[in-house]
């Protein structure tokens, strides 16, 4: 069982960055992600990154977010430039150890999720 503990949230103006972490524990991480909830809506997807570095950025974010990772470190990171109050959600990061995907952003294909961080930004 993989165990991830996310860092970094927190209250911004629009336009200023902010940079999260996720940090996890144990073995088989192979796909690993970064997902958001808004109040009252479905899970999105918002970046993934395989075990190799190639990256699937969701288009609402493109140009604005990056998606990295340390493998030695088994840690995740989501650069969040340029933000909107849109993005407001709480953010969280995801693991699979799956090898049928390369990338994903659909978050039934993860079966280990951290806590969350939120992320607030306003106008």
């Known amino acids: 069982q993989v165990q991830l503990v996310e860092s970094g949230g927190g209250s911004v103006q629009s336009g200023r960055s902010l940079r999260l972490s996720c940090t996890g524990s144990?073995?088989?991480?192979?796909?690993m992600g970064w997902f958001r909830q808004a109040p009252g809506k479905e899970r999105e997807g918002v970046a993934s990154?395989?075990?190799?570095?190639?990256?699937r950025i969701a288009d609402s974010v493109k140009g604005r977010f990056t998606i990295s990772r340390d493998n030695a470190k088994k840690t995740l990171y989501l650069q969040m430039n340029s933000l909107k109050p849109e993005d407001t959600a709480m953010y969280y990061c995801?693991?699979?150890?799956?090898?049928?995907?390369?990338?994903?952003?659909?978050?039934?294909?993860?079966?280990?999720w951290g806590q969350g961080t939120q992320v607030t930004v306003s106008s």
């Open positions: 995801a693991a699979s150890a799956r090898l049928d995907y390369y990338y994903t952003l659909l978050p039934s294909l993860y079966n280990n």
């Open positions: 144990g073995y088989s991480i192979n796909i």
């Open positions: 990154i395989a075990r190799d570095g190639g990256t």
